[in-house]
């Protein structure tokens, strides 16, 4: 299976921001975007500037310890995060099948890396580092699926 990749760097919190809004508002029904980076590395930041993309008005927060929030913008939001998460078989009993459900909206998975042979597809990862300045991060994203609207915005091919 051929896999895509594009990799951009940010010099700030506000460029990274402006990347996620840039592509959120090319989200499209189906999009699972699965996060992965250390903690403070700027997943749930990324995934703000996403959300605000969609035009989902109000406060996105990291759902660390709820596991999942719902958002309403211009397509439905589920938001994960797996971090407290130790088992593979705890995604049924928070019930992550039914809610990761791509055709739903956009799916948005922070800590995605801990159980990558659950989540749906077809998914864009997204793989951020810090940088070697404070603010400075480096956002890898990797999909077998290059026809989409994400990758399209996010390669402007």
Not at 10 to 18: D, F, L, V, Y
Not at 105 to 116: H, S
């Amino acid at each position: 299976m051929r896999q895509f990749s594009f990799t951009a760097v940010s010099h700030s919190p506000e460029e990274t921001a402006e990347l996620a809004e840039r592509l959120g508002a090319a989200a499209e029904y189906g999009t699972v975007l699965c996060l992965v980076g250390d903690l403070g590395a700027g997943k749930t930041l990324f995934t703000q500037g996403f959300a605000r993309g969609l035009g989902v008005e109000g406060e996105v927060t990291s759902p660390t310890f709820a596991l999942m929030n719902q958002y309403r913008g211009r397509l439905p939001v589920t938001h994960f995060d797996l971090y407290r998460l130790e088992r593979e078989e705890e995604l049924d009993e928070i019930g992550f099948h039914e809610y990761a459900e791509p055709s739903g909206g956009v799916v948005l998975i922070e800590w995605a890396d801990k159980f990558p042979e659950a989540l749906p597809e077809p998914r864009v990862w997204l793989m951020i580092e810090r940088g070697e300045e404070d603010n400075e991060r480096r956002l890898a994203f990797f999909t077998t699926e290059e026809d989409s609207a994400l990758w399209r915005a996010l390669t402007g091919k």
